[in-house]
């Protein structure tokens, strides 16, 4: 059974998110965040991806060096940060970090958001990604 990190900031999403991929607890990612000089709190940092990367390179996981355009569920790889919930906001892009994986044959995305009553998700429809990043774990 696959229980999801739940983000505990509001805007802890991409936190939640990177602790998703690695197995982590919210806290441990959010330490690892605060060390590195990244807060969910820190508006300057929601419309970007760099720091979900440097995140994600400090534990491991290799990303695509750009985000991927949407095209089907069935396009996406094993292993992926989704951007849900696009907007624009005074001409800036915001949206939620969600993961996407590939377990056993079966899609499944892992929403950090506490509000949802499940946060293992197979609502595909209602979802509408933007765009993606493809990741991969790095052995070490």
């Given at each position: 059974?696959?229980?999801?990190?739940?983000?505990?900031?509001?805007t802890?999403?991409?936190?939640?998110?990177?602790?998703?991929?690695?197995?982590?607890s919210?806290?441990?990612?959010?330490?690892?965040?605060?060390?590195?000089?990244?807060?969910?709190?820190?508006?300057?940092?929601?419309p970007?991806?760099?720091?979900?990367?440097?995140?994600?390179?400090?534990?491991?996981?290799?990303?695509?060096?750009?985000?991927?355009?949407?095209?089907?569920?069935?396009?996406?790889?094993?292993?992926?940060l989704?951007?849900?919930?696009h907007?624009?906001?005074?001409?800036?892009?915001?949206?939620?970090?969600?993961?996407?994986?590939?377990?056993?044959?079966?899609?499944?995305?892992?929403?950090s958001?506490?509000?949802?009553?499940?946060?293992?998700?197979?609502?595909?429809?209602?979802?509408?990604?933007?765009?993606?990043?493809?990741?991969?774990?790095?052995?070490?």
């Amino acid at each position: 059974m696959i229980s999801p990190v739940i983000q505990e900031e509001t805007t802890g999403c991409g936190i939640a998110s990177v602790a998703n991929v690695v197995g982590k607890s919210y806290a441990e990612m959010k330490a690892l965040a605060n060390s590195m000089g990244i807060y969910a709190s820190d508006t300057s940092l929601w419309p970007d991806t760099q720091y979900v990367r440097h995140m994600l390179s400090r534990v491991g996981v290799e990303a695509t060096e750009n985000e991927i355009l949407f095209e089907s569920w069935g396009a996406l790889p094993d292993l992926a940060l989704l951007a849900i919930k696009h907007h624009q906001e005074e001409g800036r892009d915001f949206w939620h970090w969600v993961v996407f994986k590939r377990v056993d044959g079966r899609d499944l995305v892992l929403d950090s958001a506490s509000y949802l009553a499940s946060k293992v998700r197979t609502d595909f429809n209602e979802m509408q990604p933007k765009w993606y990043i493809g990741l991969k774990t790095i052995k070490r």
